[in-house]
């Protein structure tokens, strides 16, 4: 391990994330209800399924109750077997689920309707049953309709591998018509009997461990979540952990809006007390306490910066690199060429930002910006030290790093930058109250950020502040001398007087002149008088005659062309382009 190796791993957060429990003793596991999800092709009848699943346990507990979706319910057999179905639309979820490396599901039944067999998304949904490596049941729907022809269906799926009990195969078929609610419990029944082959079970004791099916902020409740437990018993004041958010269970609920004592494996429960709200697809792991919960989602809330950090850095390494490479290519192909044609074919590849605009400026203006750099490692110091490196606009401003460091911005930064009016720049660091204040009474600038590249656009706009003013001319007249007479002028006695037209915009008494001839401007300056016949004027407009006489020019030609231009003051930027 190298020096700054070592260095880097001292600077690292203690990894505080929830260490998983190894799995239990398989003597100490309890059977478990399957966790079931309907997959079909559109309009094949998923959603009619699971409404006529859900209402018979409505009916079936007398309860009169409200069924809500809430993405899971679960179904009482009259033997007393139960089964969780999970209602959030099917392949979204699935596949959701499954990118998110949670395997939720037990068993996919796949609802096929006989009137219109195999069609394009049952193939899809074979395929996502057969990747996740989950068993497969058939229902074989609307076989309430004259024209059903369940048969045609098994004989279709044999080309998916979808070989069902009366073709040789292990895949159970049941009739069912979902809109009638025919034969509904035998397809239960199958499940049932899946599930005893697949031999599902759980450790009802220890650590509960689940995952999120859905999220939502409820009005009353606040962040909920619906949940299927895998492991452990889900208790009121249990402490959970889910992506980066943490609840304290406060309440739980069935489908029913009832609520619940407890959770076991295999069960849907509506969870309340999340801090925030958790996404679909999270795993839950139940940690001891308070202090742990908030511990996990404060590391993760870390790692997951220092993540998009060492992406950041990445993409800007990439970024240099490229841009690296096509400078020295470009350099290649000037090579064997004197400076001056080198420094033309550059201006006409348009590529100005290599070189540095000319600009003449007195040694007392010399324009600089004193930085210091404090980051959070060695690694972020010296990636912004390696893209500093690259400045190469120093004749618009230097750019003077005072000093660089790694950790939190201190009063020493402070005292350092005063002198020069520098400012400090952190990134992925601090700067503590007390230090803020004795910099805000200094007029020190601190500036913290966690993106290098906002970090650097941030660098750029305090360099381009530093530019002075480029004075743009704004034309706003433009008038052809058609004759030169002599008259007083303030006072002054023969002074030539150009007799205009002006042909666009206006001549304004008060703004500046310029004259051109032969293409060329040869004299800009003020106006001495503006008149319009006899009159002094402040204005003349297109299509008027006026008599112009101009400060210190008496060099007028008929032919000259005279253009009134105001003078704006503009912002200017700096040419260095960091490449990202
Ligand atoms: N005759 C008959 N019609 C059915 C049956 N099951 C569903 N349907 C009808 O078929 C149509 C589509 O049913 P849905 O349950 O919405 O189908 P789905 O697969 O959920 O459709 P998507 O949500 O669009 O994927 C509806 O008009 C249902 O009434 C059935 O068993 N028999």
């Given at each position: 391990?190298?020096?700054k190796?070592?260095?880097?791993?001292?600077?690292?957060?203690?990894?505080?994330?929830?260490?998983?429990?190894?799995?239990?003793?398989?003597?100490?596991?309890?059977?478990?209800?399957?966790?079931?999800t309907i997959?079909?092709?559109?309009d094949?009848g998923?959603?009619?399924?699971?409404?006529?699943?859900?209402k018979?346990?409505?009916?079936?507990?007398?309860?009169?109750?409200?069924?809500?979706?809430i993405?899971?319910f679960?179904?009482?057999?009259?033997?007393?077997e139960?089964?969780?179905?999970?209602?959030?639309?099917?392949?979204?979820?699935?596949?959701?689920?499954?990118?998110?490396?949670?395997?939720?599901?037990?068993?996919?039944?796949?609802?096929?309707?006989?009137?219109?067999?195999?069609?394009?998304?049952?193939?899809?949904?074979?395929?996502?049953?057969?990747?996740?490596?989950?068993?497969?049941?058939?229902?074989?729907?609307?076989?309430?309709?004259p024209?059903?022809?369940?048969?045609?269906?098994?004989?279709?799926?044999?080309?998916?591998?979808?070989?069902c009990?009366?073709?040789?195969?292990?895949?159970?078929?049941v009739?069912?018509?979902?809109?009638?609610?025919?034969?509904l419990?035998?397809?239960?029944?199958?499940?049932?009997?899946?599930a005893?082959?697949?031999?599902?079970k759980?450790?009802?004791?220890?650590?509960?461990?689940?995952?999120?099916?859905?999220?939502?902020?409820?009005?009353?409740?606040?962040?909920?979540?619906?949940?299927?437990?895998?492991?452990?018993?889900?208790?009121?004041?249990?402490?959970?952990?889910?992506?980066?958010?943490?609840?304290?269970?406060?309440?739980?609920?069935?489908?029913?809006g009832q609520t619940?004592?407890?959770?076991?494996?295999?069960?849907?429960?509506?969870i309340?007390?999340?801090?925030?709200?958790?996404?679909?697809?999270?795993?839950?792991?139940?940690?001891?306490?308070?202090?742990?919960?908030?511990?996990v989602?404060?590391?993760?809330?870390?790692?997951?910066?220092?993540?998009?950090?060492?992406?950041?850095?990445?993409?800007?390494?990439?970024?240099r690199?490229?841009?690296?490479?096509?400078?020295?290519?470009q350099?290649?192909?000037?090579?064997?060429?004197?400076?001056?044609?080198?420094?033309?074919?550059?201006?006409?590849?348009?590529?100005d930002?290599?070189?540095?605009?000319?600009?003449?400026?007195?040694?007392s203006?010399?324009?600089?910006?004193?930085?210091i750099?404090?980051?959070?490692?060695?690694?972020?110091?010296?990636?912004l030290?390696?893209?500093?490196?690259?400045?190469?606009?120093?004749?618009?401003?230097?750019?003077?790093?005072?000093?660089?460091?790694?950790?939190?911005?201190?009063?020493?930064?402070?005292?350092?930058?005063?002198?020069?009016?520098?400012?400090?720049?952190?990134f992925?660091?601090?700067?503590?109250?007390?230090?803020?204040?004795?910099?805000?009474?200094?007029?020190?600038?601190?500036?913290?950020?966690?993106?290098?590249?906002?970090?650097?656009?941030?660098l750029?706009?305090?360099?381009?502040?530093?530019?002075?003013?480029?004075v743009?001319?704004?034309?706003?007249?433009?008038?052809?001398?058609?004759?030169?007479?002599?008259?007083?002028?303030?006072?002054?006695?023969?002074?030539?007087?150009?007799?205009c037209?002006?042909q666009?915009?206006?001549?304004?008494?008060?703004?500046?002149?310029?004259?051109?001839?032969?293409?060329?401007?040869?004299?800009?300056?003020?106006s001495?008088?503006?008149?319009?016949?006899k009159?002094?004027?402040?204005?003349?407009?297109?299509?008027?005659?006026?008599?112009?006489?101009?400060?210190?020019?008496?060099?007028?030609?008929?032919?000259?062309?005279?253009?009134?231009?105001?003078?704006?003051?503009?912002?200017?930027?700096i040419?260095?382009?960091?490449?990202?």
């Amino acid at each position: 391990m190298t020096y700054k190796q070592r260095e880097l791993k001292k600077k690292m957060r203690k990894n505080k994330d929830v260490v998983k429990r190894p799995p239990a003793d398989p003597a100490l596991l309890t059977p478990r209800p399957p966790v079931v999800t309907i997959l079909g092709h559109v309009d094949h009848g998923k959603t009619t399924l699971l409404d006529n699943l859900r209402k018979s346990q409505v009916a079936a507990m007398e309860a009169g109750g409200i069924t809500q979706h809430i993405g899971a319910f679960l179904v009482h057999l009259p033997s007393g077997e139960k089964i969780t179905f999970l209602d959030t639309p099917g392949h979204a979820a699935f596949t959701a689920m499954r990118a998110r490396g949670s395997r939720i599901t037990d068993i996919v039944i796949l609802v096929v309707a006989a009137d219109d067999g195999v069609m394009e998304q049952t193939v899809e949904s074979i395929h996502h049953a057969k990747n996740a490596k989950v068993p497969i049941i058939l229902a074989i729907n609307k076989c309430d309709k004259p024209e059903a022809d369940p048969e045609r269906v098994k004989k279709e799926l044999l080309a998916y591998d979808v070989v069902c009990e009366d073709y040789g195969g292990d895949v159970q078929a049941v009739n069912i018509s979902a809109l009638k609610g025919d034969n509904l419990m035998a397809l239960a029944e199958a499940t049932v009997a899946l599930a005893e082959v697949l031999e599902l079970k759980a450790d009802f004791a220890g650590l509960v461990k689940g995952v999120v099916i859905e999220s939502r902020i409820d009005k009353g409740k606040g962040p909920v979540t619906t949940a299927v437990i895998q492991g452990g018993t889900l208790r009121k004041g249990c402490f959970l952990i889910a992506g980066k958010s943490w609840a304290k269970v406060r309440l739980m609920y069935d489908e029913n809006g009832q609520t619940m004592a407890v959770a076991t494996p295999g069960l849907p429960v509506e969870i309340m007390g999340w801090k925030e709200i958790p996404s679909a697809g999270d795993e839950i792991l139940e940690v001891e306490s308070e202090q742990i919960a908030r511990n996990v989602v404060d590391w993760r809330n870390y790692a997951e910066q220092q993540e998009k950090i060492k992406q950041d850095i990445e993409v800007i390494e990439a970024k240099r690199k490229k841009h690296r490479d096509e400078y020295e290519k470009q350099q290649e192909m000037f090579d064997g060429l004197s400076w001056r044609m080198r420094k033309r074919a550059q201006y006409e590849a348009g590529k100005d930002v290599w070189f540095l605009r000319p600009k003449e400026r007195e040694e007392s203006d010399r324009n600089v910006l004193p930085i210091i750099v404090k980051g959070d490692v060695d690694g972020s110091v010296e990636t912004l030290l390696n893209i500093l490196d690259g400045y190469n606009a120093k004749d618009e401003c230097e750019l003077d790093i005072l000093h660089f460091g790694i950790g939190d911005i201190n009063q020493n930064d402070i005292n350092l930058a005063e002198p020069f009016k520098g400012i400090i720049y952190g990134f992925c660091v601090n700067a503590d109250s007390s230090t803020q204040k004795l910099a805000a009474k200094k007029g020190i600038k601190i500036k913290l950020h966690n993106i290098i590249y906002k970090l650097i656009e941030d660098l750029k706009e305090e360099l381009s502040r530093r530019l002075p003013l480029a004075v743009h001319e704004l034309e706003i007249g433009e008038a052809s001398v058609l004759a030169i007479f002599y008259g007083t002028v303030k006072k002054n006695k023969n002074v030539p007087v150009a007799g205009c037209r002006v042909q666009e915009g206006q001549l304004n008494r008060k703004m500046k002149f310029k004259v051109i001839r032969n293409g060329d401007v040869i004299w800009k300056g003020l106006s001495t008088s503006l008149k319009h016949f006899k009159d002094d004027v402040q204005v003349v407009k297109a299509g008027m005659e006026c008599g112009l006489s101009l400060d210190q020019y008496t060099d007028i030609k008929i032919g000259d062309q005279i253009i009134c231009y105001e003078e704006k003051e503009v912002k200017e930027s700096i040419s260095w382009d960091p490449g990202f």
